[in-house]
């Protein structure tokens, strides 16, 4: 069974801090994808990067980073000195592509950062 | 530049009746998508298209049907609604996959209250 985890349902952080947001798929599959969107308080989705099961080279973008982890099975995202306007909802999704293309999202995590 | 639009943004239904969802795109993509979002959880695909003329189920299906006549239209139908079918649907597009800088765009969302 394909399944998406994200454990922290809240955090919140002081502006500047550094955050992690946790995320720990299952799937025998070992052809797949991974994402992470950001969702803010206006409800559009964006979308912040797709990452396949064969790379697992960190990945750095400005103050977002994301860590690969197939031996754990993890797809951690990590900002830097946080900001108020990271405040959302970030989800984290696995899509398969053996079963067409099937999409796994998480629950997501609520991100506060306080100024 | 408009992206992902979708119409209507905002819909009232009766129990049992039908509605189309617009989901239109002008980016020439190939991939083409539908999710809906219940409250406090993450998206489930319910249909997703590889190109015009082709589309397959995802996750929740049930009660939904689709169709792709062109590259850029991909209409989601509720033929009988339901309340189980008040949710947040979101459309998406993206290119013809498997590079790492594929980007995924989505629509604003239509809010569907079924009463």
Avoid at chain 1, 26 to 44: A, I, V
Wanted: proline share 4%; glycine share 8%; hydrophobic share 30%.
């Amino acid at each position: 069974a394909q399944k998406v985890t994200q454990a922290q349902t809240e955090i919140s952080v002081v502006e500047k801090e550094d955050v992690t947001l946790d995320c720990v798929y299952e799937t025998r599959d070992t052809t797949y994808y991974l994402f992470w969107y950001k969702q803010p308080p206006s409800g559009e989705l964006v979308f912040l990067i797709r990452r396949n099961s064969f790379d697992e080279q960190n990945e750095i973008s400005g103050r977002y980073s994301w860590n690969f982890q197939k031996s754990t099975s993890s797809f951690n995202f990590t900002i830097t000195a946080s900001q108020v306007v990271d405040s959302a909802v970030y989800f984290c999704a696995l899509q398969l592509r053996v079963t067409g293309n099937q999409f796994y999202f998480g629950t997501g995590t609520s991100l506060t950062v306080i100024p | 530049n408009a992206g992902v639009t979708q119409t209507p943004k905002f819909r009232i239904l009766k129990i049992g009746q039908s509605m189309t969802l617009q989901c239109t795109q002008d980016m020439n993509h190939n991939y083409m998508y539908w999710y809906r979002q219940d409250p406090g959880m993450g998206l489930k695909l319910i249909y997703y298209s590889v190109g015009a003329g082709i589309t397959d189920k995802g996750e929740v299906p049930n009660g939904y049907n689709v169709s792709r006549s062109t590259t850029e239209d991909f209409p989601l139908r509720l033929e009988l609604a339901a309340p189980s079918q008040t949710s947040v649907y979101f459309c998406a597009s993206s290119s013809a996959g498997g590079s790492k800088t594929d980007t995924q765009y989505f629509g604003p969302g239509t809010r569907l209250t079924v009463l």
